[in-house]
DNA sequence: ATGAAAGCGCTAACAG
DNA sequence: CTGTTAGCGCTTTCAT
């Protein structure tokens, strides 16, 4: 491995002189500066990193610590928004799957200090993660997708009330008035909140919340489809469903479609999170869509803007998601049924 | 930060007896070594991997160099697999997306030599893909998903031919002769080998190969789309096309609907690498579909065959990929084309 | 079995 | 503007 006194030897200065020209400092003769260079390129020598990071205490490399990678495009999606501000601000990634549980997280944590990485960016497995081993070791930390009660940190999430409000106002206003929800555990801020926005939206329209059609699932496919199924199991099953993400609405349509139904004319659906498939579906599916990649640049920039000096309050970045609206949540038939559609009781 | 400084003065020891205990070296006396962990934890001492890898020369990271995470759920599937194995063998990884951008790859193989990782997990971005740095610098390589020739790397990738050639039989058993191919770009190992496996399969069942049935496109989701309006516009277009991955089929089936054409009946499709939504789609599609999460894991384990010392010869191992049989492949109905059924003038 | 001391490759005072 | 030198935190001879 070629050093940088190797390279101080080749062109005939010390190492503070090469170590000048590589970082680029101001007072350096023009002359040495390109003899250096010369040499740098002449032995083909890199930098190393290790050493650099040893002496600086600062390490260009950031951990990026999520639930896991292949459960849909929305987390590759946050990586690459991540990954594309990282690479051009010089740093590199750490890639940390915890799948939720909180003794890997709390080892990826582990590393992130052992490592001395410059900074953070998690999506907290459970309100309990526990950041304070960065905190004291002044490691900045960017909180994506979701909040972490008092931590202090910067946050980037999706406004999840507001995905779940434009889902079921657009389910009412096509007619729908049993609308069921499918959600995931209330510990998690997206699964009570596309909740919360889902009952909320319902109350504000004057329609009863019925505890019997709301279900709380695990957010995976298995789950959607069993809370489905029993959506479908009782006296009085809903007539339109909103699921508070994609796996489980996976599960939902598999439930419906062994049950022999229809979508929407038996059951309209309604997604969290869209997919690059959504409109390949038949029906194409009604979703409500995340900016996933800029979740993943907004929160890099908030890491960046901190590595960079800001010192401020935690801040807070709320991005709005967008309804995108196909068949699987077609307006209610009124020719088809309609006593149902005119047989508003409660109002 | 708490240094090993600080545990072997608080353990009333030397730096060298705090690196024996933690490093579990065979002669330390036991009740000093108590007394060390005692301090460790009480200091909450985390060892800087940054000054072991600096003083060892050896660092505990690996690099994971792919086109691009979020092209499906391959490359999700890849990185599982090798993040498992490297986890459980306490490793991280630096993930790289190249975009198949033959630049940020070289500057993403720079970036493992100047962090001096351990290995690098790679899918070449070309055949031009230059190891030499990391060569000379003594990290191993694994190639995953396609191989380089001449570079003497340990390879891990799956049969395409082998998964084109049942794609394309399984059309055949099913009635079909007029079969097209849309493949990726023949410099790729993957392009030309799902070709190949494509047109040996038709010649050795005595089917002609027509260059018109065959488009060569860019593994994109447009370019599936363009490939399959040409086959359409075809004075005499296929009844049957084999696609070569994942978003091309995607484009090829919008292209399909947008022609007001029914799968199979009109087209029958079968496409290269599995989703999860294969089966949600209507019909549900046909596809080969390979072992991305144990192409991940083999990969692994020969990067840690290196690096536990073994260094003979360069390795390839091959996966089989299965074919999953859906309806987008229904066999031919008889009773509609008695004519083309029963024609089998090969015989 | 333990400690003293050198040094991995680099940067940053400090001199000059 | 450039060189000398100390030292980042750790492991590893070399003594003892």
């Not at 040499?39 to 930098?47: M, N, T």
């Not at 998690?122 to 309990?128: C, E």
């Not at 960079?308 to 949540?329: C, D, F, I, K, Q």
């Amino acid at each position: 491995m070629t050093t940088i006194v190797d390279v101080a030897r080749a062109a005939g200065v010390s190492t503070a002189t090469v170590s000048r020209v590589l970082n680029k400092h101001p007072h350096v003769d023009p002359r040495l500066a390109s003899v250096v260079m010369q040499a740098v390129k002449d032995l083909g020598y890199q930098p190393s990193r290790v050493a650099r990071s040893l002496r600086t205490r600062r390490n260009r490399v950031w951990a990026l610590v999520i639930s896991d990678i292949r459960t849909g495009p929305f987390f590759a999606d946050v990586v690459r928004g991540v990954e594309d501000v990282a690479y051009s601000a010089g740093y590199s990634l750490f890639l940390c799957n915890t799948d939720e549980d909180p003794l890997k997280e709390a080892s990826y944590i582990n590393l992130a200090v052992a490592e001395n990485v410059g900074g953070v960016v998690l999506t907290p497995s459970g309100p309990r993660t526990d950041l304070g081993s960065l905190a004291s070791s002044g490691t900045p930390v960017v909180l994506v997708d979701r909040k972490l009660p008092d931590q202090g940190a910067d946050t980037v999430v999706v406004d999840n009330v507001l995905g779940a409000t434009q889902a079921v106002a657009h389910l009412l206003a096509g007619g729908y008035q049993r609308v069921a929800c499918i959600t995931g555990p209330l510990s998690t801020t997206t699964g009570l909140q596309r909740y919360q926005g889902y009952a909320r939206t319902l109350e504000q329209a004057g329609v009863p919340v019925h505890d019997r059609w709301v279900r709380v699932a695990d957010f995976r496919e298995a789950g959607g489809r069993a809370a489905m199924q029993e959506l479908l199991a009782l006296a009085e099953p809903p007539e339109a469903v909103f699921v508070a993400n994609n796996l489980m609405t996976v599960g939902a349509l598999q439930a419906i479609a062994e049950a022999g139904l229809e979508v929407p004319a038996d059951m309209a659906v309604v997604g969290f999170d869209d997919v690059p498939w959504a409109s390949l579906l038949r029906p194409p599916l009604t979703t409500v869509a995340q900016p996933a990649y800029d979740l993943g640049l907004e929160s890099a920039r908030l890491l960046l803007s901190r590595l960079e000096g800001y010192s401020g309050a935690a801040r807070l970045v709320t991005l709005a998601p967008t309804l995108r609206v196909r068949e699987s949540s077609a307006p209610k038939a009124q020719a088809t049924r309609p006593a149902v559609a005119t047989g508003d009781r409660d109002k």
